[in-house]
């Protein structure tokens, strides 16, 4: 049987538009299925998509997973990550006691109360001298919604710290963003099944393929099928998701709005615009179409690199389909004008009026599978129910809600992004900080700066995760996690549908949830609400779910009818979720309402140019009373350009086997053996100009730092070096330790209004550094 690491999207079921998409039941197990003794609802943590699965379990042990044919997303399906993935969960390496630093400054076990004495002790004293602005909290995108909604309340409310934002940052901020400043609400307005319905798709910034297998393969499965949707891509690589592209527009790291300012002039010119739907349910097309005059496809072909008879065929493909779906990903939010990258493909369907019906939808797309939960819950940079800060209505809902004064919840400026957390650490403002199932040692920009910020005597570090990792080697107190599979809560994908996943398994030795460890944490720290009783008042999971979709009701992202209950069997379900709509909501703005109206919006918005927020007293005077906008986006060059010292642009991102920063699936066999080290990815004319040949160790350069590692010449476009950011050093012995994380070279940039780091577009130089590694190369991922 070929592995799925080779065969990354199973085999193809054609289906025609309009269409059922087959089911497909894949499934792993590393015992007889005889064997299993129960099979347990769950859906995958390994990438955005949200696939509903069913875990097998034998002994006390998970010894596979199933894919659930019922399920709404992946109708069966499970990618390489989710087959295999979950092997991770018995490595032997699993970290199953505390770990404290003793005076000698080594990491040694200890028991639950030592080491809860020490945080609530360094936490405590942090706060006395240093206020709540002393203390920080980093959480992730891999923990559930009950356990985000629990960090906010103890943050936000019985600390009152502005100071909580999740990894989210790094990879889907830029989502949440667009969407506010387009519609007024995070939330995307489509469904998977818009897949199933559209004669046109076009994927900006979106290597799918890689990042969500399973949506891809729905994607393969249409094309393969009668009535095929044409296929449009923004990349500046020959992914496998561009190689498929009718349309392929490879165009210059960092000049996403330049290309689309560009197509949406085309739109204009060719009358391929909804001037009814324009007029009655939108606001701002004047100076839309004022900036976009300026872009026909030859200027943008000068800035991008792209052929203006390209751009002409991409817009025509875009403008005459009758039924459109846009995605969006990292190659936007993690490049050059970010937001406004992503607000101009909502404007391309705006324009078109292709929204909020069957068919015709932009995902803003997510990274990680529990990304949505933190934007929900206020564990972001953001507060609870997409409730505005600016609105003090909305903060005296939420203060009612936990039972305190409005005063405690930090509303004077907008809550802080992990950005500025770490950039508040170094300057000495932050004293204590708590990571949550992240490794920022590894996945954020410029790293020896994060390790010198991480590793200061003045800052004491907390890290929760189930490994150790480049970050657990910098703490003060290590606790160990339960994982996925370990314990019960709910989380959100892309198209807003809910999975309940129930505990499979105990976790090992002394871990415990991180539900637990916050409770205990809140316990320790005697936080209490104004009537004096405990802060957050519940003890298990399903209370706090029931507690966050009450704080939602009425709002763009009502789950007040949601239970665990109506979860169970129900194979996702979308919110809202009401008492009018039990079995959830398909689509958003099918009455083409949004939630812009002031004392609805989740914001009130920004200058998309230089992120200057924007407040309630202009923004109820120009109040858009349901409408959406069209925001204009002037292109601006990158700050940091290509010269003679750094001639290539350096761009980073995801590889199909492994997630974020191989906590998990390099203990995984079959996805590490995939792709067990970093490869850099050349164009063979920059390569030849160089002397490097396939599989030549090379050295690449920033002006922040370097790397080294095998060279693999499949790059299409000249001018352009990629590099998987998921490599660090926890692997890797030290005597023959190479600098491979891609972190070094990248800098200490972020969007202006999604704060979102900016890995896309970094100068750098190549040089060959030696003959083949004695060790190979990796496999390139996605070459088949």
């Known amino acids: 049987m070929t592995s799925r690491t080779d065969d990354i999207w199973g085999t193809r079921t054609p289906y025609a538009g309009g269409g059922t998409w087959p089911e497909r039941v894949d499934r792993f197990l590393t015992v007889a299925e005889a064997r299993v003794e129960r099979w347990v609802p769950s859906a995958c943590v390994l990438c955005s998509n949200g696939c509903g699965m069913d875990v097998a379990v034998a002994g006390g042990r998970i010894v596979g997973v199933r894919g659930r044919a019922g399920d709404r997303i992946n109708h069966g ?66 923990l559930f919604a009950e356990e985000y909604y629990t960090q906010a309340v103890i943050a936000r409310g019985g600390i009152g710290t502005p100071n909580l934002d999740g990894n989210t940052r790094l990879c889907t901020a830029t989502a949440e963003w667009a969407l506010i400043e387009s519609f007024g609400s995070d939330g995307n307005p489509g469904s998977y099944r818009d897949v199933d319905l559209c004669d046109t798709l076009f994927l900006c910034g979106h290597n799918v393929a890689e990042t969500q297998t399973v949506l891809w393969s729905r994607m393969l499965d249409r ?357 009018e709509a039990p079995d959830g909501t398909e689509r958003l703005y099918a009455d083409h309402r949004f939630p812009t109206r002031a004392d609805v919006c989740e914001d009130y918005g920004h200058d998309l140019a230089t992120g200057a927020q924007h407040g309630p007293g202009a923004y109820a005077a120009g109040d858009p009373e349901g409408r959406a906008f069209l925001k204009a986006a002037e292109y601006v060059p990158p700050e940091e350009d290509v010269d003679d010292d750094y001639p290539l642009w350096l761009t980073t991102g995801r590889s199909v086997h492994h997630w974020h920063t191989r906590t998990k699936t390099a203990r995984v066999p079959e996805l590490n053996a995939a792709a067990p080290d970093v490869w850099v990815e050349l164009c063979p004319d920059d390569a030849r100009d160089r002397g490097i040949r396939d599989g030549d160790l090379v050295r690449v350069a920033s002006r922040r730092g370097v790397l080294e590692a095998p060279a693999l010449l499949v790059g299409r476009r000249p001018g352009v070096v990629f590099v998987p950011f998921h490599y660090g050093y926890f692997d890797q012995p030290l005597p023959h330790r190479r600098t491979r994380a891609a972190n070094e070279l990248t800098r200490t940039a972020w969007d202006p209004v999604s704060k979102q780091p900016l890995f896309k577009h970094t100068a750098v130089r190549v040089d060959k550094a030696g003959p083949v590694p004695a060790d190979g190369r990796p496999a390139p991922p996605g070459r088949q």
């Open 223 to 579: 094309r393969r099928g009668p009535d095929a949707p044409r296929l449009v891509v923004a990349d500046p690589r020959a992914t496998p998701t561009a190689r498929e592209a009718d349309v392929h527009l490879a165009l210059r790291p960092g000049t996403n709005v330049a290309l689309l300012n560009s197509l949406v002039h085309e739109l204009i010119e060719h009358g391929w615009t909804d001037e009814q739907f324009v007029t009655s349910h939108t606001v701002g097309y004047d100076a839309l179409r004022t900036v976009v005059a300026d872009w026909p496809p030859e200027r943008a072909a000068d800035v991008c690199g792209v052929d203006a008879a390209l751009i002409r065929e991409a817009a025509a493909v875009i403008g005459t389909g009758r039924r459109l779906v846009s995605t969006v990903l990292q190659g936007v939010y993690q490049s050059h004008q970010a937001t406004a990258a992503a607000v101009q493909v909502n404007n391309i369907h705006l324009l078109r009026g292709m929204i909020g019906r069957p068919g015709c939808t932009v995902f803003q797309m997510n990274g990680q599978p529990t990304a949505e939960n933190t934007r929900e819950t206020g564990a972001d940079g953001t507060l609870p129910a997409f409730l505005n800060w600016q609105n003090e209505a909305h903060v005296r809902r939420i203060a009612e809600a936990w039972h305190l004064d409005e005063e405690q919840i930090p509303h004077d400026s907008p809550p802080t992004h992990a950005m500025d957390i770490f950039r508040r650490c170094e300057e000495g403002a932050v004293r204590f900080l708590w990571v949550t199932g992240t490794n920022p040692a590894v996945s954020l920009p410029e790293l020896h700066r994060i390790r010198e910020v991480c590793g200061q005597d003045g800052l004491f570090l907390v890290v929760s995760d189930a490994f150790r990792t480049e970050t657990t080697a910098l703490a003060d107190v290590v606790l160990p996690a339960a994982m996925w599979g370990e314990k019960t809560g709910c989380y959100t994908n892309t198209d807003r549908t809910v999975h309940l996943s129930e505990k499979a398994v105990e976790p090992p030795g002394r871990a415990r949830p991180d539900f637990e460890i916050l409770l205990d944490y809140a316990r320790r720290m005697n936080l209490r609400d104004r009537d004096g009783r405990p802060l957050p008042p519940w003890t298990e999971p399903e209370e706090a779910w029931l507690a966050f979709t009450s704080l939602t009701r009425g709002r763009p992202c009502d789950q007040s009818a949601l239970t665990y209950e109506r979860l169970r069997g129900a194979g996702g379900i979308q919110w809202p979720v009401t008492a």
């Open 77 to 142: 399906r499970l990618g390489p990550k989710g087959l295999y993935g979950w092997q991770a969960n018995h490595d032997r390496e699993r970290l199953t006691d505390p770990l404290v630093r003793g005076s000698d400054g080594e990491l040694r076990p200890t028991d639950w109360d030592t080491a809860m004495a020490a945080v609530t002790t360094r936490s405590a004293r942090a706060l006395a001298e240093h206020g709540p602005q002393g203390l920080a909290f980093y959480t992730s995108g891999q």
